[in-house]
């Protein structure tokens, strides 16, 4: 039975709470500040009103394009979380894959806020040393269940010596555990995608709530109903915070008041503080020298370039490669002269495609370096560019047709390459090795053969390749036609 009167709800008849959510917040973190300040006014308005409230993260605070998280390996984002009022937090591909189940155990020792990922696993089957997962939160005498689902990857796990569940293999029994511990509500909070998200709940019963995210672009305004779940999703890059609140009907808790909250226009100081702290430790770390160059390597879109085969030269050493080839569209600016520093690379490379290889025979190469020359002037949203940019290489230069720009001849090393036996190993990043599909270089079997190093971005190639070979130079002008 329900009851309110005088704006104040009687949470120990009905059963009340009031769940905020945030996910993805990536090239947004920035903006938690002003995210939280919503959070934190919502809360104390709802403290006086005697509803007890909850504020999970979906995963994925971890971006490599913010250098205050990435340079701290994700500490700054979970520091802002922590700040922020966050109660539980699932650990996302991004803030797993990227530095592995160790820096994720360093994480939970350094910030008191629960990190969860139910289908994580080490060698003996047991979550990630850190993880709290299954949760039970007591919010005025309500016991909430939490788990947290991460998107599969297993090969990618297999590089850290772990592995990964299915995530239907894991909610039954997350479920039974939290029903067993005495939770009355129980929250999923998946980085999984709403569409898998969706066909999860279909499968399994049980969970009462479901915080969906990795799928950026589909906010939910208001709840998707899948049996007696509810489904909400906040979108991404701390756009909006999601809120819900959650009321026991009879056997079942229904929702009311859902609602997507834009952020404040003042940022929480709590917040905004610990964001400058790690802001001006990563401006100290951009200011680091890691190598110097001896000429400037000069930058163009639309020909073979002087940085493009630098950074080719570091992605074939990168992969143990014969020749590398790269988009122009990855490169931001060029190398100058003189002592290099971290901000340096950063402007050259500051996108988070990953360095890989595929071994290729002559006439494979020869369809790719064609199908690259062929998009250059196509959009290239995986890199967030209008223009995918000319190929740039560091050993290989090829031949036109100057009336069809049909391919005639290639070269390695200035000798020719004849459609023989013969086997390269050729090195490049997720973009042209397979990851968008709109840009198929590579024929799909051909392409499933490709390794990428997904533990990794281009720059950072490029910083150990700096560091190596410095003074770099003279600058590069061997790849192309």
């Not at 120990?12 to 002003?34: C, M, N, S, W």
């Not at 808790?253 to 929480?268: G, H, I, K, M, Y």
């Not at 050259?348 to 062929?374: H, I, K, N």
């Amino acid at each position: 039975m329900k009851e309110e009167r005088a704006g104040c709800y009687d949470h120990d008849i009905v059963g009340r709470i009031t769940v905020f959510y945030t996910a993805d917040l990536h090239e947004g973190l920035p903006q938690l500040a002003k995210a939280a300040s919503v959070i934190r006014a919502e809360r104390a308005r709802l403290a006086d009103r005697r509803v007890p409230t909850l504020y999970v993260d979906a995963g994925d605070s971890s971006d490599p394009l913010v250098p205050a998280s990435d340079l701290s390996r994700g500490s700054a984002n979970f520091a802002m979380l922590q700040a922020a009022g966050c109660d539980a937090a699932t650990v996302g591909e991004g803030d797993a894959m990227r530095w592995g189940p160790q820096n994720v155990t360093r994480l939970s020792k350094e910030v008191s806020l629960p990190l969860m990922g139910s289908n994580l696993l080490d060698e003996q089957g047991a979550v990630w040393a850190g993880l709290s997962d299954p949760l039970i939160l007591e919010r005025d005498g309500l016991k909430v269940g939490l788990f947290g689902l991460t998107v599969p990857y297993p090969s990618v796990y297999a590089l850290f010596g772990c592995w990964q569940a299915e995530p239907e293999q894991v909610v039954a029994e997350r479920v039974g555990t939290l029903r067993e511990r005495g939770a009355e509500v129980v929250v999923c909070v998946s980085h999984c995608g709403l569409p898998a998200d969706i066909e999860l709940l279909r499968k399994h019963r049980g969970v009462d709530l479901l915080v969906s995210s990795h799928t950026h672009d589909t906010p939910i305004v208001g709840t998707v109903n899948v049996g007696a779940a509810l489904v909400v999703h906040p979108g991404a890059e701390a756009e909006a915070v999601g809120r819900i609140d959650l009321v026991r009907d009879g056997g079942r808790w229904r929702a009311e008041n859902v609602q997507l909250l834009p952020p404040a226009t003042v940022a929480d100081e709590v917040v905004e503080a610990e964001w400058l702290r790690w802001e001006r430790r990563a401006e100290e770390l951009m200011a680091e020298p890691i190598g110097s160059a001896s000429d400037r390597f000069p930058l163009s879109q639309e020909s073979p370039c002087a940085v493009g085969a630098l950074v080719c030269a570091a992605l074939r050493e990168w992969t143990g490669a014969d020749a590398a080839v790269l988009f122009a569209g990855h490169l931001r600016d060029e190398l100058p002269a003189g002592e290099i520093c971290r901000r340096d690379v950063w402007s050259v490379v500051p996108g988070t495609a990953s360095p890989g290889a595929a071994e290729l025979d002559v006439q494979e190469l020869r369809q790719m370096v064609q199908r690259a020359l062929d998009l250059r002037h196509e959009p290239a949203r995986a890199i967030q560019r209008e223009h995918a940019g000319y190929l740039q290489s560091d050993r290989l230069r090829w031949e036109l047709d100057e009336g069809t720009e049909q391919i005639t001849a290639i070269y390695l090393d200035g000798q020719p390459l004849r459609d023989d036996a013969r086997r390269l190993k050729i090195a490049s990043t997720d973009l042209e090795l397979g990851l968008a599909r709109r840009f198929q270089l590579l024929d799909p079997a051909t392409a499933e053969r490709a390794e990428i190093d997904v533990r990794a971005v281009l720059r950072e190639a490029l910083e150990r390749y700096l560091a190596g070979h410095s003074p770099a130079g003279p600058p590069y002008t061997g790849s192309g036609r």
